[in-house]
């Protein structure tokens, strides 16, 4: 091998390493931000008997159980090994999502509960709206250049986050201005929703994944 070579194996293993510590300092500010989120979220949920946003902190417990799979992934020296049990992860965190949350709603919808008006609620969404896809972006990027599913994959988990912040602030309004309690729960089947599609996702992330990795060399 030439120097040159030698020098361009070098650059490329530099890069990749470079590219796993930004994965890592991008997850652990997710999972900082999204525990704030979580506790917020679904102690004023609870206070409000809102759905949606006991719905949206739920949805943050998730994306830390799901930025956790991917720290966990890369905290390897081999992080490769550890994608496909990541990707597993991220997807039965969606699914136990959707269910839980789609059970509340329908709940709330036949009479329950009803919510009351969250200033707090609607200023977490309005926050959320505006961090969210930051963080989304920065490693959604970063896991395309490391070519890392699970990486990618909790970006569009990230990322979902800032369309629910969206759908909570306005089931919220329309709850506050409006005293429409429906816009609430339905709000929240709409969270549940995009949790189960993210779910399925990632599942056919992981076949994917999998078939690659079975699949011989030529």
Not at 100 to 111: K, P
Not at 155 to 183: D, E, H, I, P
Request: glycine content about 6%.
């Amino acid at each position: 091998m030439s120097s040159r070579q030698r020098g361009s194996a070098l650059l490329t293993t530099s890069r990749r390493a470079l590219l796993e510590r930004r994965i890592r300092w991008i997850v652990a500010a997710t999972i900082a931000y999204n525990i704030v989120e979580a506790v917020i979220a679904l102690t004023a949920g609870r206070i409000a008997s809102s759905t949606a946003l006991v719905a949206f902190g739920l949805d943050s417990v998730v994306e830390v159980l799901s930025a956790a799979a991917v720290a966990w992934q890369f905290a390897s020296p081999e992080p490769h090994h550890r994608e496909r049990t990541a990707m597993r992860l991220i997807a039965f965190s969606f699914f136990g999502l959707a269910a839980f949350v789609a059970v509340d709603a329908v709940r709330t919808l036949i009479g329950a509960a009803q919510p009351d008006h969250s200033p707090v609620g609607i200023a977490l969404a309005a926050v959320s709206l505006v961090v969210m896809p930051l963080l989304s972006w920065y490693e959604r990027r970063t896991g395309h250049e490391l070519g890392s599913a699970s990486a990618v994959a909790d970006s569009k988990q990230t990322l979902m986050c800032s369309f629910l912040s969206a759908v909570l602030l306005v089931g919220l309004l329309l709850n506050g201005a409006l005293g429409w309690s429906w816009a609430d729960p339905v709000a929240a089947l709409v969270i549940a929703g995009f949790a189960l599609r993210e779910g399925a996702e990632a599942w056919r992330g992981d076949a994917c994944h999998a078939r690659e990795h079975d699949s011989p060399t030529p």
